[in-house]
């Protein structure tokens, strides 16, 4: 049976929320440093390239909450949490295969890319599944509030809110009590330090993202005629 219109534009909307989150999480061992990204004695930490795609999630889940409602951005959402863990499992699965004589990439390199520890990756989806519920649940307080008008002042709010509780989260999770290469363990001014920065820097992401929203309202009524679900209407 062929998909009507509205439920194909939520599979492809799906589709994309999961390869962002995915290659986030994939590539997300690689960090980076860019110097321009100083100002005075603030500085950006060395920080995951995964936050370059990561920042897109929010904006889809706020897509789906705006044409579909809360219920089906948290269906989203659910779904997200379990292909990146069934993706976890199929990546422990291909390291825990013996490595063929013949293999182009060695079994210590293979580790080196893939072995992700198992900290971080909890770190990264309970940080995702707090911040992602937070940014349903305030998009949809904000268009309330605001009775469906101002759509970047719930955009903005929502990302502002969720991206804290998100990088504090995945900080905290993953320093808290964990030594470092000096054997020390970071105190809760460096924890606080460290996703302070990341925050900002997620958060320019997403600000940047934001007129992404206008293209993609005009997109879906100029192209399928969608409407966004009055405040009064969502569940």
């Known amino acids: ?9 939520l599979v492809v909307l799906t589709a994309i929320f999961v390869t ?5 999480d994939i590539t997300g061992s690689k960090f980076f440093y ?15 390239v995964g ?3 990561f920042p897109v999630t929010f ?3 706020d897509l789906i909450n705006e044409y579909y409602g809360p219920r089906a951005a948290r269906e989203v959402t659910y779904i997200g949490l379990g292909c990146a863990a069934l993706s976890f499992c199929f990546i422990l699965a291909a390291r825990l295969m013996p490595v063929a004589g013949e293999s182009p990439i060695p079994q210590d390199m293979f580790d080196r890319v893939f072995g992700m520890s198992n900290r971080l990756y909890i770190a990264s989806l309970t940080a995702y599944l707090c911040g992602q519920l937070a940014d349903i649940q305030v998009f949809g307080i904000l268009k309330r509030l605001t009775r469906g008008r101002h759509v970047w002042l719930r955009a903005t ?5 969720s991206q804290a509780l998100d990088s504090f989260l995945v900080t905290w999770i993953l320093f808290a009590g964990n030594p470092g290469v000096d054997g020390s363990v970071p105190g809760m001014d460096t924890i606080l330090r460290i996703a302070a920065t990341g925050y900002v ?16 309202r005009w997109f879906l009524h100029a192209r399928f005629g969608l409407q966004p679900l009055p405040a009064e209407a969502r569940s």
Do not use: W
Not at 157 to 161: A, E, I, K, M, P
Not at 202 to 216: E, S
């Open 1 to 9: 049976m062929e998909l009507a219109p509205r439920q194909r534009i």
């Open 20 to 24: 962002t989150l995915l290659v986030a």
């Open 34 to 48: 860019i110097p321009l990204f100083e100002v005075g004695s603030f500085r950006f930490v060395t920080h995951s």
């Open 51 to 53: 936050m370059l795609s």
């Open 59 to 61: 904006l889809l889940t």
């Open 157 to 161: 709010g929502s990302t502002v809110l």
């Open 201 to 216: 820097l997620k958060f320019m992401i997403a600000l940047g993202l934001t007129p992404v929203i206008y293209a993609g």
